[in-house]
């Protein structure tokens, strides 16, 4: 059964265990598992990736099942799913697990999506897409935080906000959150506290490094990489970046059947590729196909999960994922 994205305040009152959340605004997905789901089962939430729960299947059935005597409910949340997790859920589904819910959430999901297709037919299923944001939308939720704050702003501080955030909601709430640190016992904000205040969503070296690794151009990202000196931290930055501009091409060639289609493709898309990145962008495009695409934001995740566990080598084991992603020969 489908959920549309405006009603979302609905599930609260819907009695169902099994939800799948699709779509690109990771930054309404994770606000809505906040609002509706996590302060229901507050401690008893367990999050999974679909390659773990696939690679031990077994174990995942042993952690849903069991209880103890401090869990009544429990909350599972399993990101970044496919078609390739249906076969399980549909398992899980049948065991009818008492004080489970589950939450699948994938990116974008095609029509012919198998799993897409099982949640949207089956009436005790629900399946919510989440569209992206338009700028609209992000006014009013950067209206809305100062009016609740009673702070006034000027419409070129509000527009400032919203076009650093990138189109990204999550992005938007992070730097909604420093303001709200900053103006504790304010009355008042200027524009230019609201610029030093917020960061733009990509750093310039870290964008750029990340755009001529996407374009095969090895030279210049070996050049980037000696030329500047990253920190541990920027690490985070910039595989996070990686992964947004790697979404951004998973969506792009999405909409191409072929090289023909790609100028159309960039000048249809939303939020709007700025004029001096799509030289870029359409290179990208015509290095990477969806598949590769689609591949490359696994081993992206990969590569985070391994760089936190590794932050002594992060600098070494990013370095080595930037310099080989820039040389690979796609499909």
């Not at 030279?219 to 595989?239: A, F, G, P, Q, V």
């Not at 792009?252 to 023909?260: D, E, M, S, T």
């Amino acid at each position: 059964m489908i959920i549309k994205q405006f009603e979302i305040n609905k599930i609260s009152s819907i009695k169902n265990n099994c939800f799948l959340f699709y779509g690109n605004n990771e930054g309404l997905k994770n606000q809505s598992i906040k609002n509706y789901f996590e302060i229901t089962f507050k401690k008893n939430i367990y999050r999974y990736e679909e390659k773990e729960i696939l690679e031990n299947s077994e174990n995942f059935f042993n952690n849903i099942t069991s209880k103890s005597f401090f869990e009544n409910e429990k909350l599972i949340v399993v990101n970044r799913v496919s078609d390739k997790v249906l076969n399980l859920i549909n398992e899980v589904i049948d065991k009818k697990i008492e004080d489970l819910t589950i939450i699948l959430n994938a990116g974008i999901l095609e029509k012919k999506s198998k799993l897409r297709t099982f949640f949207e037919k089956d009436k005790k299923l629900i399946c919510v897409p989440f569209y992206e944001d338009n700028s609209q939308t992000l006014m009013g939720l950067v209206n809305d935080f100062f009016r609740k704050n009673k702070i006034p702003m000027s419409q070129q501080g509000i527009n400032l906000i919203v076009e650093r955030s990138r189109g990204d909601r999550q992005n938007l709430n992070n730097e909604l959150e420093k303001i709200e640190s900053f103006i504790k016992n304010k009355n008042k904000v200027e524009i230019d506290e609201i610029i030093k205040l917020t960061n733009l969503a990509e750093n310039y070296n870290v964008s750029e490094l990340v755009d001529s690794c996407l374009s095969k151009n090895k030279r210049k990202t070996i050049n980037i990489l000696n030329e500047n000196n990253y920190s541990l931290e920027d690490c985070i930055l910039i595989i996070r970046t990686f992964l947004i501009k790697a979404k951004r091409l998973l969506r792009l060639c999405a909409q191409i059947q072929n090289k023909h289609e790609i100028d159309l493709a960039i000048s249809k898309f939303k939020p709007p590729i700025f004029w001096k990145d799509k030289i870029i962008v359409k290179q990208q495009m015509q290095n990477w196909s969806h598949k590769d695409a689609e591949n490359l934001i696994y081993k992206i995740n990969e590569i985070e999960l391994l760089i936190k566990k590794n932050s002594i080598n992060s600098l070494n084991i990013l370095s080595d994922f930037i310099i080989e992603q820039s040389t690979a020969i796609n499909s």
